[in-house]
């Protein structure tokens, strides 16, 4: 059965450097999200995005972030400038015609 | 705006026991309900929506718009259904779809 990957599992990073989650959503799905879950906290909604554009974002979703489909699998969610508070497990969904989304196994990222 | 509320974060039961996952939501609009499970170390999965009215792995969940609550419940529980439960809404008017996560319950079902 096809499933959203995820890529790396684990990110460690610096306070003001860049980072790239990568996500490969599953072939056939059109609509793409991140969401963001903080250590004991609910998951969150970052962006959603549809036919090569942000179709909706969240107070979350500041400059400091941008997402991108470089080519015709990966969906990748960049953070410019990391900040401690940008320490969370990050995961990609896709969704099917149905409605239902699909999530990936997630990256943690620590900002350090 | 939407939110779930999950009112318990830790809920534990006997092997056999009843189960039941409190849901509630608050949304002016048609929302359409979901639980997703995540099992130890492993993704989201989706457990339910209401739409599809079905029973998977014995859960069934009904939504009650009257009560805004859509309360995820199983007869008799397994040592298999130790897990996080997560309910969550999305927006049938109003356009958008992305989810709106309650914060979670763990469920632990004791032998």
């Known amino acids: 059965e096809p499933e959203v990957t995820q890529t790396p599992s684990h990110q460690v990073t610096q306070m003001g450097q860049e980072v790239i989650l990568r996500c490969v959503p599953i072939?056939?799905?059109?609509?793409f999200y991140w969401y963001r879950q903080i250590l004991g906290q609910k998951v969150e909604f970052l962006v959603s995005?549809?036919?090569?554009?942000?179709?909706?974002k969240s107070e979350i979703f500041d400059d400091q972030f941008s997402v991108e489909r470089p080519d015709g699998s990966n969906f990748t969610l960049k953070i410019r400038s990391t900040k401690l508070e940008d320490s969370a497990m990050y995961f990609c969904?896709?969704?099917?015609?149905?409605?239902?989304?699909?999530f990936g196994p997630g990256t943690r990222l620590l900002v350090l | 705006a939407q939110r779930v509320t999950q009112p318990e974060k830790l809920l534990s039961v006997f092997k056999g026991a009843p189960v039941e996952l409190k849901c509630n939501y608050s949304?002016?609009?048609?929302?359409?309900l979901f639980w997703y499970v995540q099992y130890s170390r492993q993704r989201l999965q989706l457990l339910l929506r209401?739409?599809s009215r079905e029973s998977i792995k014995g859960f069934t969940a009904d939504l009650n718009k009257g009560e805004t609550s859509f309360h995820l419940k199983k007869p008799f529980a397994q040592e298999e259904d130790s897990a996080m439960y997560y309910c969550?809404?999305?927006?049938?008017?109003?356009?958008?779809?992305?989810?709106?996560f309650g914060t979670g319950t763990q469920l632990k079902v004791e032998l």
């Open positions: 969904a896709s969704r099917d015609a149905a409605g239902t989304q699909y």
């Open positions: 072939s056939n799905h059109l609509y």
């Open positions: 995005f549809y036919n090569n554009e942000i179709s909706e």
């Open positions: 949304y002016s609009g048609s929302p359409e």
């Open positions: 209401h739409i």
């Open positions: 969550a809404l999305r927006r049938l008017t109003g356009g958008g779809n992305k989810l709106t």
